[in-house]
Each structure stands twice: as C-alpha cells, then as structure tokens.
C-alpha cells in the first residue's frame, strides 16, 4: 500500500459515519420492479427499494452489480433474476456502501462472493456497527481491491476500476469492455445535481476527475444508480456543470464570502431536512467546504 493510500485509508476511518445505513429513517415506499436488457446477457432491473441493480450472466452462474436497500426488495430482485437465467446468483459486485446498494444484502443467500473496493469494505464495516444492522455484518465483502481488479464471468471480462475518492471514497466502476458497457453506481446523476458524501471520504474535484475517466472508458453506455442508461454526451454535460460550479465557488471564496453568501450568489435553497434522515449538503456547500478546509 502506498503512503498516499495509507494516509486515504486513515482519513476515510476518520470520516466515516453510519447515516448511509442507519436504520432509524425507514425506506421509502417500493416501486413496480421491472428488468431491462442492455446487452446479450447484460440487464439492468428497476424498481423495488433502493438503486438499479446490474445482472451479467455467465454460462455456469451469475453475478448482480448492487443489492437495493431491503431485504425484501433483494428477495424480488432475485426472483427476477430467475426469470432470466436458471443459473445461481454466485457473486454481488458493490459499487459503493450507500444503503440503497448494500442492505438488501440480507436478502442473498450466504456464502456468496462479495467484491468491493478496499475503502468501501471500512465503510459498510463502520455501518453494520449499528445495532439493527448486525445481521449484515455476515454480508462483508470477501473480496477487495485497491485500483484495479479483473474478474470473469463465464467468457465475459468484467474490470473493476477505482479512480480516487468521489462520490465516496471506495467507489467501483464496472467496466465491460467487449460490451462497452459501464455500471457506475451513483457517480452520475441525470436527475439532480451531483452527490457527494463528505462523510465518507467523498470529494467533489474528485468526481470531476473521475468523470473525466469514465467518458475517456471505451463505453457507450453508462448505467448508473438512479437513471435510465446514460452516454458519454451526459457524462461530458455533468463534467462541464461541476466545472462551472467548481469556478464560480473559487471565485467567490477567494472574495471572501462566506458559506452563507455563496448559497445567495448561487440560488442554493436548502430542502429541509427529514426526520432521524442525513442531510445531504449541496453541491455548493461541498465544493466551498473543501476549499475552506471545514471539516464538517
């Protein structure tokens, strides 16, 4: 591990704080699941509670790319899958540990394969502390990796990349090159601004980097965590949007405004926050964050 990694490591155990799995907000109400074919034995399946699941199918057996958010939603997920393949489900690829892609995991059978960038595993290790969440615990990850891993599934070459901090700081990309296909969790967002978990090691300048790498990917599709596929032309118009908001942060700060004032400049409303539910920050206050070095 290099001394740059090691330094990571020990700022993301700092950082990191249970709200991505808390159990005290319950899940929001299950939508009609549905499955959507993106290559010969590629799918993408909707719905249920919690994020887009990814489904490659290999000759022999399977491999799902997220777990959705409860149990019960995994348990139909997995029924989908058996509409698809008779073969098992013999491994789950995590994108990162928010828990609407890591708690449905009580719903896979045990024993199974679970794969995920090294920073994600401190993370999810750090949530499953929580008291209602110790079955999870069973559903660590077996398997991580620093930058880069290859896997198969039957004939099919999946490569797991991991660019830095960004929208966490133990995010996956997963790449399947024949394909040009891309799972990418939630470092991309057509439907709303970006996100980033500061409290989990996340970083905005990161995820423009990280963008910027993923449109370099040869991919012409993009299937992120809550939208229909993307393509590069939507990644490029993110790339350019956290740029300009990037600039005109800087900006501002080197004026000396404050968090308040920025806010004021750029429209930022704040939603109220829910009920025992995380506050996730804008864009803004992230970016003017990191630049002033708050910690919180």
């Known amino acids: 591990m290099t001394t740059a990694r090691r330094v990571h490591s020990m700022l993301a155990l700092l950082l990191v704080v249970p709200c991505c799995a808390k159990s005290a907000e319950p899940p929001p109400p299950p939508q009609a699941m549905s499955v959507q074919k993106i290559k010969d034995n590629v799918y993408m399946i909707k719905g249920g509670v919690g994020a887009n699941t990814g ?105 797991l990349l991991h660019y830095g901090p960004a929208h966490t700081s133990g995010d996956t990309i997963v790449l399947l090159p024949s394909e040009k296909v891309a799972f990418i969790g939630d470092l991309a967002f057509a439907s709303r601004e970006p996100l980033v978990h500061r409290h989990k090691g996340g970083i905005a300048a990161g995820c423009i980097e990280t963008l910027k790498n993923l449109i370099a990917l040869d991919a012409e599709t993009y299937i992120a965590g809550h939208d229909e596929p993307l393509k590069k032309a939507d990644l490029k118009r993110l790339q350019t949007e956290m740029e300009e908001k990037l600039a005109k942060v800087k900006a501002l700060v080197a004026e000396g405004k404050s968090l308040a004032d920025v806010k004021a400049a750029l429209g930022v409303v704040d939603p109220p926050a829910k009920a025992g539910g995380p506050r996730f920050p804008s864009l803004a206050e992230v970016i003017y964050r990191e630049l002033t070095e708050e910690k919180k």
């Open 55 to 159: 489904l490659i199918v290999g000759d022999k057996d399977a491999t799902v790319i997220d777990a959705k958010m409860t149990a019960e939603s995994a348990k139909q997920m997995i029924e989908e899958v058996k509409k698809i393949t008779p073969n098992p489900i013999s491994r789950v690829i995590l994108t990162h540990s928010d828990r609407d892609h890591v708690n449905g995991l009580a719903g896979f059978p045990k024993g199974l394969a679970i794969v995920a960038q090294e920073q994600c595993k401190v993370e999810m290790d750090e949530a499953f502390k929580d008291a209602a969440l110790q079955d999870l615990r069973e559903y660590l990850p077996t398997q991580t990796y620093g930058d880069k891993l290859d896997l198969k599934v039957g004939a099919l070459e999946v490569r």
